[in-house]
């Protein structure tokens, strides 16, 4: 149980364009999603916390309006980039909080590789 | 501000040694600790995690972590290694907040050689 998936795996784009990366808890409701961002032999980065039905919540550096963030229901969470450019290639990778007592356990999906060229 | 530090980035250890991977915090407060796994080419796996009571927890695989408090450390520890245990080890440590949000430490490379 508590399996969470991206799409797509990995993607390649023009400068400029906008990608859309999708996670979804396949078997549980997730009322929080967190999406990360993971450069090259680096560790996993916050970028924000997203509710379902209400506004992101982003950590500070990120900017929300490159970073499009939408929690439409409860097993599933889009991040896209608008604008896309190459500094904006990375591993991005979002979790989804499955309640365990007061706290929300964290389950990971396997990632999306954004190559923006 | 919390943060996680992982004082070795890169391990190199043969099959049967033991493993110890350091994991410190920054935080006064209460604290929920984890350590995650991401073999090569695979998503982040929860090896243990600690909420409260018996600071010595076991987790998947043959590995187990101690939490002291007084160190503000929470070491990852596996007697004997294999060379399916070569991957990359994440501390996180969640320091509460609205959202449990997680802050990791910046990983430690494992390589087990046969």
């Known amino acids: 149980g508590a399996v969470v998936s991206q799409h797509p795996s990995r993607v390649i784009c023009k400068s400029g364009t906008s990608v859309k990366i999708e996670c979804r808890s396949l078997d549980f409701q997730a009322t929080t999603m967190f999406w990360y961002r993971q450069f090259p032999k680096q560790s996993l980065m916050l970028m924000a916390t997203?509710?379902?039905?209400?506004?992101?919540?982003?950590e500070q550096g990120v900017e929300k309006d490159k970073f499009l963030i939408n929690h439409a229901s409860l097993t599933l969470s889009t991040l896209t980039v608008t604008s896309a450019h190459p500094e904006d290639s990375s591993f991005y990778i979002c979790s989804a909080g499955l309640e365990a007592g007061t706290y929300n356990e964290q389950f990971f999906g396997p990632g999306t590789r954004l190559t923006v060229l | 501000a919390q943060s996680v530090s992982q004082h070795n980035h890169h391990v190199i250890l043969s099959e049967a040694a033991s493993l110890e991977l350091g994991c410190n915090y920054s935080?006064?407060?209460?604290?929920?600790l984890f350590w995650y796994v991401q073999y090569p080419g695979q998503h982040l796996q929860l090896l243990l995690k600690?909420?409260?009571?018996?600071?010595l927890v076991k987790g998947i695989k043959g590995f187990e972590a101690e939490f002291i408090k007084s160190k503000f450390s929470f070491n990852l520890r596996k007697p004997s290694v294999q060379w399916s245990d070569t991957a990359e080890y994440f501390c996180a440590v969640n320091a509460g907040g609205g959202y449990n949000k997680l802050i990791f430490g910046a990983g430690t490379r494992l390589a087990v050689h046969p």
């Open positions: 997203s509710n379902e039905g209400s506004k992101a919540t982003y």
């Open positions: 935080y006064g407060g209460t604290v929920n």
């Open positions: 600690y909420f409260s009571g018996d600071p």
